[in-house]
């Protein structure tokens, strides 16, 4: 009740201020002619009385304030006069308040676009219903150090009988020929099992998903479909439902769409943006009708944990349940085997969480940078307004008062910059979003939300309460009798002041340092990346994609055995020669192509191999694991790995004769370290595999990874070892626009349902293997550019300031017969002066944070002396134009004007 | 014992307002009336200056348990009338209360040795 009618009453105070202040006026003046009659009631004269009857009401004035400090509202009134004096303040002096507010803004704007992109990937939890219940599982047989091997269908059984998972899916993807629209289209799959939808807890926004309990062989005959395929295939058609399309020549009926916004979780772009759901009980067509244990086909899984039980407790029951099923298929599992789980969100995100740390951290620096600029800039003023705050003081505002001011005025400076700031990130936001690279996860949406924004006000708040401590304190402190005393404009300011300035300049310089060392670092890795011997050549190659179909019945297989696709294969070679400007052509699979980054982190188990050497391991038993690419014999002079010893593939490597195999040097030197490659054997540890003969070694090229130099690689020679997924591979003066055409033209005429996508130039493929990396890079390189610039706009205003201060003793020193030279170098002295000791704390902490990235870095140690040499150089040589511009001033003084001054 | 030694406003804090209270159970007064009718019911122990008297009746009226009109006073001038309201009333009673209890306490206390 009592709360209302404050409120009400405080409403009342600030809206109707003015019949609130005449009926307080009539009060206090009828209360005062009320006491001046009674006075003169007791015969004093007139003036004696009104004397006596002020002195009674403790001065008319007073008491009005009195009583306006008790009134509901007092503490909102004087802030809104403190915000309308402030803005006046800041309004007069508008060259400092733009410069204020704009650096506030490129501060609190870029921490702010950094943090949304931190708060859709690391912090905002998956977009499914209680994702903490989300995990993935990942099986590793650690005896022979090869790591998520896969599962196999009666281990993928095991998991689901367990009770610790209410759900569990195994995941595959595929990419898939899409035959029911217009034309063949390549379609990303994703192979699941019939709960994946009631796991995730997801409902299409048109039709229904799988049927969870689905248990017959081979897969349902049903698909869902993605929004984008609905809409970009499909037309947006709404009678979609109970449509069939074909799906590498097997019929589908499409059951379900998902909404738009959904992705599955997957650790790459494509593994995210699945277009078509298919579901198997991964046992019957085209699997094996009876599942082996140990044939681990299953990529990946996730699954959804019984409701209550923590990832930590389904862990320890999961390793009690490996352990038991250990001892009962002993055979099965002669190297160990051991399933992990990992919350799904973990998987996803995957290794962008120190990149995005380093990043935030960097424009986090930049922001700090930004509000001690501020803060100098502030000192600066105040002391110019000396004499204002003293003559305020002096008059009787309390010292509480004038700090409360000052805070005040910072705060609406931080809160315009932060405004200013929000805006620049929604008016560049697509320039913005582009730069960051595909690869980083973002199943959450990258906007502005609220948490964005809430994150925004605080930082604006915090800073602003950052850079106005300082100035406010010292207004605290101020000396009034000195204040006064001074001529002019305040001036000197106290000694106190200029060295708190000195010290912030000092603490910019080395924060900007930090950055530059870091900024350096990056830069300097990443040139040695882009000039690392390859051992390849990827320029005028191209690559382009198809894909034979997989039906489910394999009795309709026309690729099913390498013979079969030998014509095919030989036709498009010949056929893709007479392109124009095509000097050479080859064929092989998506894992012979180099640095194909989105190949090598989908987790297909496509590209990898588990073999076993003839003779060579005392436990017969022991598998290795190792990439494995497909090819045709002219591929190796195509992308221009020479041979070392033995031959490459020739064209009598048949499906008839002996496999043969090419290895790359560091396969031979791991496998047969003490003799030479050529001639041993080895299978695969499929069944029924026959024996494959090293036949040529070849140079080591860096086709994995470019930061990696020897992976072993073995190639197989795709007339022997069929593969379906397929990369064209074209050498010569292309036209990189009609190329693509005009492969799908010859590849349609051969085959007229295969899909032909991804074209792409090699070095555009080796260019895309660094978008991270280079992210990262140009971030850092961007925000310690702003640090630099900032620090030296620092440097320079401390020392203009300084200069101007002492026109009247650098008048003297002349007056007294100084030379020029002497006043460049006691000013020159001063600005380097405090850029050295800035740059010493900087280079300590350096050491520190480039030790603490030294992951991110490639070929290059923390403590890289040409580094750190270069930046200090940098570093010095703005300080030095930061300061002599001032410096430049003070030579110019005219000892004349300098003492007539004063 | 001379409680004029203290600024009203720190002595007891809320006493005033009980007081200002009290002084209007019987009708209403201008300001410089509840400090005269506040004098006589302490015989004189209170002395509320208008620097204290002004402030309470403004927070108090705000506060909802005092309501005011403009009216003629005893010299014909227009002067401003408080006067109490239920919620004024109810306040008087649990202030009332409080001090009770308070003093009673205080005397206790005093009294023990």
């Known amino acids: ?902 | 014992m001379s409680i004029r030694k203290y600024k009203p406003t720190e002595l007891l804090q809320g006493t005033l307002d009980l007081l200002i209270l009290k002084a209007l159970v019987h009708g209403e007064l201008h300001g410089l009336a509840i400090a005269h009718r506040v004098e006589q019911l302490t015989n004189g122990a209170f002395e509320v200056k208008p620097g204290s008297l002004f402030p309470a009746l403004h927070s108090m009226e705000e506060a909802g348990w005092l309501a005011s009109c403009w009216g003629e006073s005893e010299n014909r001038r227009k002067a401003k009338f408080y006067r109490m309201t239920k919620a004024g009333r109810r306040q008087l009673q649990t202030e009332t209360n409080d001090w009770r209890r308070v003093s009673s306490a205080i005397t206790a206390a005093l009294r023990a040795t």
């Not at chain 1, 709404?238 to 959904?262: A, C, E, H």
């Not at chain 1, 009787?396 to 315009?416: D, K, W, Y």
């Open chain 1, 1 to 902: 009740m009592s709360v209302l009618h404050r409120i009400i009453a405080g409403c009342r105070n600030l809206f109707r201020k003015s019949d609130v202040e005449q009926e307080l006026s009539d009060e206090l003046s009828y209360a005062f002619d009320a006491l001046v009659e009674k006075e003169m009631g007791q015969g004093l004269s007139e003036a004696e009385a009104r004397r006596r009857a002020g002195i009674d009401l403790g001065g008319v004035e007073q008491l009005k304030e009195n009583i306006r400090e008790a009134r509901a509202g007092y503490h909102i009134d004087v802030l809104i006069q403190d915000v309308r004096f402030s803005l006046r303040m800041l309004w007069k002096s508008s060259g400092f308040t733009l410069v204020a507010v704009l650096t506030m803004a490129v501060g609190i704007g870029a921490t702010t676009a950094i943090f949304s992109v931190v708060d859709a990937t690391l912090l905002r939890p998956l977009p499914y219903s209680h994702p903490e219940q989300l995990v993935s599982i990942q099986s590793d047989l650690p005896e022979i150090s090869a790591h998520d091997v896969g599962m196999s269908q009666p281990e993928w059984h095991d998991l689901q009988q367990s009770g610790i998972f209410e759900f569990v899916s195994p995941t595959w993807f595929d990419e898939n020929n899409l035959t029911g629209s217009s034309k063949p289209a390549r379609v990303r799959l994703l192979i699941v099992a019939p709960n994946y939808f009631a796991l995730l807890r997801t409902e299409p926004q048109l039709g229904r998903t799988f049927k969870p309990q689905y248990n017959s062989p081979g897969f349902i005959p049903e698909v869902v479909i993605s929004d984008a395929l609905w809409k970009r295939n499909f037309g947006g058609d709404p009678n979609i439902l109970g449509k069939s399309v074909r799906m590498d020549t097997d019929q589908y009926q499409i059951v379900g769409v998902m909404p738009r916004g959904f992705d599955s979780p997957g650790r790459t772009p494509e593994e995210r943006n699945i277009e078509v759901w298919a579901a198997t009980s991964f046992y019957g067509p085209p699997l094996p009708d009876q599942p082996l244990r140990n044939r681990r086909n299953l990529p990946t899984a996730i699954a959804r944990l019984k409701p209550g039980l923590t990832i930590a407790a389904a862990q320890s029951r999961l390793d009690a349940l490996a352990v038991s099923l250990q001892k009962q298929f002993s055979a099965d599992y002669p190297n160990g085997w051991r399933v992990l789980l990992q919350p799904l969100k973990d998987t996803v995100i995957g290794n962008v969480r120190q990149p995005l740390f380093l990043l935030f951290s960097a424009v986090g620096v930049v922001l700090l940078i930004g509000c001690v600029n501020v803060a100098n800039l502030l000192l600066a003023r105040a002391s110019a307004r000396g004499r204002e705050m003293g003559i305020r003081q002096a008059l009787g505002a309390p010292r509480g008062r004038l700090t409360r001011q000052l805070l005040t005025e910072s705060l609406i400076l931080s809160l315009l910059g932060g405004t200013a700031g929000l805006a620049i990130v929604f008016a560049a936001k697509e320039p913005l979003l582009r730069l960051i690279p595909e690869t980083l996860p973002r199943l959450n949406d990258m906007s502005i939300s609220w948490s964005v924004l809430f994150f925004a006000l605080m930082v604006s708040i915090v800073s602003g309460v950052v850079f106005g401590l300082a100035p406010a304190l010292h207004s605290g402190r101020l000396d009034l009798i000195h204040a006064l005393n001074q001529e002019g404009w305040g001036s000197t300011g106290s000694g106190e002041r200029a060295r708190t300035r000195r010290a912030l300049v000092i603490a910019e310089f080395a924060l900007s340092l930090v950055l530059m060392i870091a900024a350096g670092l990056l830069l300097h890795s990443f040139w040695d990346l882009l000039n690392v011997r390859l051992g390849f050549n990827p320029q005028s190659v191209m690559s382009v994609r198809t894909r034979l179909p997989y039906p489910n019945n394999s009795s309709i297989d026309k690729y099913a055995t390498a013979a079969q696709e030998a014509p095919f294969i030989r036709e498009l070679l010949r056929r893709c020669k007479s392109l124009p400007g095509v000097e050479g052509v080859a064929i092989g699979d998506p894992a012979a192509i180099p640095l194909d980054q989105t190949q090598r982190d989908l987790n297909t188990l496509e590209g990898k191999l588990f073999i076993t050497f003839e003779g060579q391991s005392s436990k017969p038993d022991a598998a290795s694991l190792v990439e494995r690419s497909r090819v045709t014999p002219e591929y190796f002079q195509l992308v221009g790995i020479p041979v070392l010893r033995g031959r490459l593939f020739n064209e009598f490597d048949t499906d008839a004769a002996p496999q043969a195999a090419v290895v790359n040097e560091s396969f031979a030197r791991s496998y047969w370290p003490d003799g030479d490659a050529i001639g041993k054997r080895f299978k695969s540890t499929r069944p029924d595999s026959p024996w494959i003969t090293v036949v040529g070694v070849i140079a080591n090229a860096r086709t994995q990874s470019l930061a990696e130099t020897d992976v072993p690689q073995l190639y197989l020679n795709v007339y022997q070892d069929s593969a379906k997924h397929l990369a064209i591979f074209l050498r010569g003066c292309l036209n990189t626009v009609a190329i693509p055409d005009l492969v799908r033209e010859q590849v349609q005429a051969v085959d007229a349902t295969l899909p032909v996508f991804g074209a792409q130039t090699l070095t555009q493929t080796l260019s895309d293997s660094l978008s991270q990396r280079r992210f990262s890079m140009e971030m850092i390189t961007l925000f310690a550019a702003t640090a630099l610039l900032l620090a030296a706009l620092g440097i320079y205003g401390v020392i203009s300031y300084m200069v101007s201060e002492r026109t009247h003793e650098i008048g003297i020193r002349l007056a007294l017969g100084a030379s020029r030279s002497n006043i460049l170098g006691i000013v020159l002295g001063q600005g380097l002066g405090l850029a050295t000791v800035g740059a010493g704390v900087g280079f300590v902490c350096s050491l520190i944070v480039s030790h603490l990235m030294a992951s991110l870095l490639y070929g290059v140690r923390p403590t890289d002396p040409l580094t750190f040499a270069g930046v200090a150089f940098l570093f010095i040589g703005v300080a030095l134009v930061a300061c002599y511009l001032p410096a430049r001033r003070a030579v110019r003084v005219d000892p004349m004007v300098a003492l007539k001054y004063e």
